[in-house]
Structures are given as C-alpha cells and as structure tokens.
C-alpha cells in the first residue's frame, strides 16, 4: 500500500535549517507528484510546497526564497530543505502524493524557538 513516512524534524533556532526526509513506497514515485504541507496548532493544515514529476516547483509565500523542495527518484524520497527559520514555520510536516490511495502519515515536529 501507498506509504510516506517523514523524519527529519527538530528544535531548531531561529535562523536556522532543517531537512525534512519523506520515503515513499508502494506506489511508482517517479511518475507523481509530491508536496509538503504542515500544520500549527489550532491552524488547518496549508499548503507548503510542491514537486512536479519532472521536479518543477511551486513554494507557498510565506515559505518562497527560504524553503526548497526536491527528490531523488532512485531512493524514492523527497526532501524538504528549510533555511532562515521563523518561529511561525513551528509545525508538524507533511508529505503528500497525489496517488488516489494517499493518506496522511504521522508528520515530522518542526520547532524554531530560542
């Protein structure tokens, strides 16, 4: 079955990066889309950045110049890199394919604090 499992998260200081992992199985990776979204407390979950098959991208605004996304087709991971970190990026991270068998996985915890 379809399967994403994320990894990668942590407390982190302002200004700081991160790199979030997602390895996928179950599914052909290299022909879908992938995406990362994440969720505050109290917030819905938005909408944070996303990897055409042929790695075009697209970045929220919030996250576009200090977020990028990308992916290793032979290890069926998409990567998240995150630098310049604000305490408003403090969430739980996402991935996401666009496989009509998805489901959310357990996330990865991302805190910037001092």
């Known amino acids: 079955q379809v399967q994403l499992v994320e990894s990668g998260g942590g407390l982190v200081q302002p200004g700081g990066s991160l790199k979030l992992s997602c390895a996928a199985s179950g599914f052909t990776f290299s022909t879908y889309a992938m995406a990362w979204y994440r969720q505050a407390p109290g917030n819905q979950r938005e909408f944070v950045a996303h990897i055409t098959s042929g790695s075009n991208t697209n970045y929220a605004d919030s996250v576009k110049g200090r977020f990028t996304i990308s992916r290793d087709n032979a290890k069926n991971t998409v990567y998240l890199q995150m630098n310049s970190l604000k305490p408003e990026d403090t969430a739980v991270y996402y991935c996401?394919?666009?496989?009509?068998?998805?489901?959310w996985g357990q996330g990865t915890q991302v805190t910037v604090s001092s």
């Open positions: 996401k394919t666009y496989h009509p068998d998805f489901s």
